[in-house]
Protein backbone atom coordinates (compact mmCIF):
# COMPACT_ATOMS: atom_id res chain seq x y z
CA UNK A 1 0.00 0.00 0.00
CA UNK A 2 2.55 2.64 1.17
CA UNK A 3 4.76 1.91 -2.16
CA UNK A 4 1.21 2.96 -4.31
CA UNK A 5 1.40 5.83 -2.75
CA UNK A 6 4.99 6.97 -2.44
CA UNK A 7 4.88 5.89 -6.38
CA UNK A 8 1.72 8.16 -7.15
CA UNK A 9 3.36 11.14 -5.11
CA UNK A 10 7.01 10.67 -6.97
CA UNK A 11 4.51 10.72 -10.68
CA UNK A 12 3.61 14.83 -10.07
CA UNK A 13 7.18 15.51 -8.75
CA UNK A 14 8.66 13.90 -12.44
CA UNK A 15 6.33 15.98 -14.33
CA UNK A 16 7.42 18.81 -12.81
CA UNK A 17 10.45 18.46 -13.53
CA UNK A 18 10.30 17.39 -16.80
CA UNK A 19 8.76 20.23 -17.47
CA UNK A 20 11.21 22.57 -15.66
CA UNK A 21 13.75 20.60 -17.92
CA UNK A 22 12.00 21.43 -21.17
CA UNK A 23 12.57 24.65 -20.40
CA UNK A 24 15.67 25.79 -18.93
CA UNK A 25 17.51 23.50 -21.84
CA UNK A 26 15.83 25.81 -24.78
CA UNK A 27 17.87 27.32 -26.92
CA UNK A 28 18.35 30.98 -25.98
CA UNK A 29 16.35 33.97 -26.20
CA UNK A 30 15.32 33.67 -29.26
CA UNK A 31 12.74 31.18 -28.65
CA UNK A 32 10.94 33.82 -26.62
CA UNK A 33 10.61 36.13 -29.35
CA UNK A 34 9.52 33.39 -31.48
CA UNK A 35 6.40 32.73 -29.23
CA UNK A 36 6.13 36.93 -28.83
CA UNK A 37 6.30 37.88 -32.12
CA UNK A 38 6.31 35.52 -34.57
CA UNK A 39 9.77 35.85 -35.79
CA UNK A 40 12.10 33.05 -36.23
CA UNK A 41 15.82 33.92 -35.51
CA UNK A 42 18.32 32.26 -35.45
CA UNK A 43 19.89 30.89 -32.31
CA UNK A 44 22.43 32.83 -30.63
CA UNK A 45 25.98 32.27 -29.02
CA UNK A 46 25.37 33.36 -26.03
CA UNK A 47 23.69 36.02 -23.53
CA UNK A 48 25.56 38.65 -22.88
CA UNK A 49 23.49 40.94 -21.17
CA UNK A 50 19.94 40.95 -19.51
CA UNK A 51 17.40 42.78 -17.59
CA UNK A 52 13.52 43.41 -17.64
CA UNK A 53 10.85 45.49 -15.45
CA UNK A 54 10.08 42.78 -13.14
CA UNK A 55 7.82 39.70 -13.01
CA UNK A 56 4.40 40.21 -14.21
CA UNK A 57 1.11 37.93 -13.89
CA UNK A 58 0.41 38.77 -17.64
CA UNK A 59 3.84 38.89 -18.79
CA UNK A 60 3.67 42.97 -19.91
CA UNK A 61 6.74 45.50 -18.65
CA UNK A 62 9.96 46.22 -20.25
CA UNK A 63 12.48 43.55 -21.48
CA UNK A 64 16.02 44.37 -22.98
CA UNK A 65 18.58 41.19 -24.06
CA UNK A 66 22.19 41.75 -25.70
CA UNK A 67 22.42 38.07 -27.52
CA UNK A 68 25.90 37.36 -29.54
CA UNK A 69 26.01 35.74 -32.89
CA UNK A 70 29.02 34.56 -35.51
CA UNK A 71 29.96 36.81 -38.22
CA UNK A 72 28.80 34.42 -40.44
CA UNK A 73 25.71 36.80 -41.60
CA UNK A 74 23.18 34.60 -40.52
CA UNK A 75 22.00 36.97 -38.40
CA UNK A 76 21.73 39.98 -40.85
CA UNK A 77 20.39 37.59 -43.35
CA UNK A 78 17.46 36.46 -41.19
CA UNK A 79 16.42 39.82 -40.11
CA UNK A 80 15.85 40.72 -43.38
CA UNK A 81 14.00 38.44 -44.23
CA UNK A 82 12.25 38.04 -41.28
CA UNK A 83 11.87 41.65 -39.66
CA UNK A 84 10.74 44.89 -40.81
CA UNK A 85 13.21 47.67 -41.24
CA UNK A 86 12.47 50.87 -39.39
CA UNK A 87 14.08 54.05 -38.55
CA UNK A 88 15.68 54.95 -36.13
CA UNK A 89 13.75 55.69 -32.28
CA UNK A 90 16.46 56.69 -30.33
CA UNK A 91 14.08 58.54 -27.87
CA UNK A 92 11.98 55.83 -27.47
CA UNK A 93 14.66 52.95 -26.90
CA UNK A 94 16.71 55.34 -24.66
CA UNK A 95 13.48 55.88 -22.20
CA UNK A 96 12.98 51.91 -22.08
CA UNK A 97 17.28 51.72 -21.54
CA UNK A 98 16.71 54.08 -19.10
CA UNK A 99 13.84 52.79 -16.98
CA UNK A 100 15.78 49.70 -17.41
CA UNK A 101 18.77 51.42 -15.38
CA UNK A 102 20.95 49.90 -18.10
CA UNK A 103 24.36 50.99 -18.04
CA UNK A 104 26.42 52.88 -20.56
CA UNK A 105 28.76 49.95 -21.86
CA UNK A 106 25.34 47.76 -22.28
CA UNK A 107 23.53 49.98 -24.78
CA UNK A 108 24.02 49.89 -28.29
CA UNK A 109 25.73 52.37 -30.27
CA UNK A 110 22.94 53.56 -32.48
CA UNK A 111 24.81 55.11 -35.33
CA UNK A 112 26.09 51.26 -35.55
CA UNK A 113 23.43 49.93 -35.77
CA UNK A 114 20.08 48.91 -38.05
CA UNK A 115 17.10 48.78 -36.82
CA UNK A 116 14.15 46.68 -37.18
CA UNK A 117 10.90 45.70 -35.73
CA UNK A 118 7.78 43.14 -35.28
CA UNK A 119 4.16 43.97 -35.01
CA UNK A 120 2.26 42.02 -32.26
CA UNK A 121 -2.09 41.36 -33.43
CA UNK A 122 -2.55 40.84 -29.62
CA UNK A 123 -1.93 44.46 -28.40
CA UNK A 124 -0.96 47.28 -30.93
CA UNK A 125 0.77 48.97 -27.67
CA UNK A 126 3.18 46.30 -27.68
CA UNK A 127 6.60 47.76 -29.24
CA UNK A 128 9.75 45.65 -30.38
CA UNK A 129 12.95 47.18 -31.54
CA UNK A 130 15.77 44.67 -33.00
CA UNK A 131 19.13 46.45 -33.37
CA UNK A 132 21.50 44.75 -35.17
CA UNK A 133 25.44 46.21 -35.27
CA UNK A 134 26.70 46.28 -38.54
CA UNK A 135 29.26 43.46 -38.21
CA UNK A 136 26.05 40.99 -37.60
CA UNK A 137 27.27 39.92 -34.42
CA UNK A 138 25.33 41.98 -31.59
CA UNK A 139 21.74 41.93 -31.70
CA UNK A 140 20.14 44.10 -29.00
CA UNK A 141 16.51 43.07 -28.31
CA UNK A 142 14.19 46.06 -26.76
CA UNK A 143 10.80 44.96 -25.80
CA UNK A 144 7.75 46.84 -24.49
CA UNK A 145 4.66 44.55 -23.32
CA UNK A 146 1.28 45.74 -22.10
Same mark, same amino acid.
Given at each position: ????????????????????????? =? *????????????????????????? &??????????????????????????????????????? *?????????????????? %??? %?????????? *? %??? &?????????????????? =???
Amino acid at each position: MWKLIGGLLALPVLLVLSVLMIFLS =S *EDYTRIIRLNWELDLPASQDCLYET &DSGASFGGDGERYHVLEYSSDGQLRETLEQEATPISPAE *EAVTAILDGLSVPADQRP %DYA %DCRWFTAFRS *E %DAR &DELYLLANSGGTRLYVIE =SLF
